[in-house]
């Protein structure tokens, strides 16, 4: 069977964030981190959609908790990925800087394979067509460049298929950052789930605002590892559940989302018990499947 889009919040055993796209031909890994039952769950994830390497490399933020030199190594040399993409902000860590040499030599190391490491910066941004509504090729939002907090420099992209859309927003916490969002009336009809910025923070950056305009089918979290932290926030929780946005977190399993091919609707499963068990599930249909439909 094969899918118009899987979508995979993959629990960690470490605090962080990792998760899988998947539409016909193109698997893409968003962070690089590995999961709660290390690097084979990932080949079994790729093995499942008939691929042996992923496609594409997303990482939103050079924090520990997207992105670890151990974890990255595993990743470029088992799952060899042809395009990479990074933010164009400078490491602080020594970590971070590892990883971001690491990747800035991946072409060179890697000519049989890739020659497509992408810095997301100001100016590769500037150099793009616009978006077209409906599409099904993904698109980069700008963040906000030369700031001094680091989490808005964040990569944001919406990952878009023949089925539904994700939005990945990385660690923003800028009110100003989500107020242009809120204004681009593209988001409105494309986003389907959004996974919650900062792993749902109440930082500013989640509003009401921000829900009323997306208007998304379904919230994803990454929560810290055994939820520490309580994510996503009480705040945030109750702006879902004011406005009936079904919420699903990494706090004790994966979260897959999935629509097959010929099927109008998504199904979202919340698992826990190392993915043993299924704690909850939620269908939505897909935004541009409705207008579709009414436009038929």
């Known amino acids: 069977m094969d899918y118009l889009s899987k979508f995979r919040a993959f ?9 899988s796209f998947y539409k016909p031909g193109e698997y893409t890994l968003i962070e690089a981190r590995l999961p709660k039952g290390g690097l084979e769950l990932l080949l079994d ?15 939103t933020s050079w924090d520990s ?17 042809e395009r990479i993409e990074i933010p164009e902000y400078l490491p602080t860590s020594n970590d971070g800087q590892l990883c971001r040499s690491l990747i800035t030599k991946y072409d060179d190391i890697h000519q049989k394979y890739v020659q497509n490491v992408h810095i997301i910066s100001q100016d590769y941004l500037s150099k793009l067509q616009p978006a077209a509504k409906g599409a099904i090729n993904n698109v ?13 420099m964040s990569l944001i992209k919406l990952f878009r298929s023949a089925g539904f859309n994700v939005f990945s927003l990385g660690d923003c916490e800028s009110a100003q950052l989500s107020a242009t969002i809120s204004a681009n009336s593209f988001f409105t009809s494309e986003v389907d789930v959004l996974i919650l ?6 930082n500013g950056f989640t509003t009401a605002e921000l829900l009323d305009t997306l208007k998304p089918k379904l919230a994803v979290c990454s929560s810290n590892y055994d939820n520490q932290y ?5 705040e945030i929780r109750k702006l879902l559940a004011q406005r009936n946005i079904p919420l699903m977190t990494t706090k004790r399993g994966d979260v897959i989302i999935y629509q097959p091919d010929g099927y109008d609707y998504a199904t979202a499963v919340n698992l ?7 704690e909850s599930r939620v269908g939505f249909n897909p935004k541009r499947l409705i207008a579709a439909s009414n436009a038929a």
Request: hydrophobic share 25%.
């Open 11 to 19: 629990q960690l055993d470490s605090p962080g964030s990792l998760f």
């Open 45 to 59: 994830d790729l093995s499942f959609h008939g691929k042996e390497r992923i496609d594409s490399l997303h990482i």
């Open 65 to 81: 908790d997207h992105c670890t030199y151990d974890d990255l190594v595993q990743i470029i040399n088992h799952l060899r990925p």
């Open 140 to 152: 980069l939002h700008p963040s906000i460049y030369n700031c001094n907090n680091k989490n808005d």
């Open 197 to 202: 910025a900062h792993h749902g923070a109440d």
């Open 230 to 234: 309580d994510h996503p926030s009480p």
């Open 272 to 278: 826990i018990s190392d993915n043993e068990i299924e």
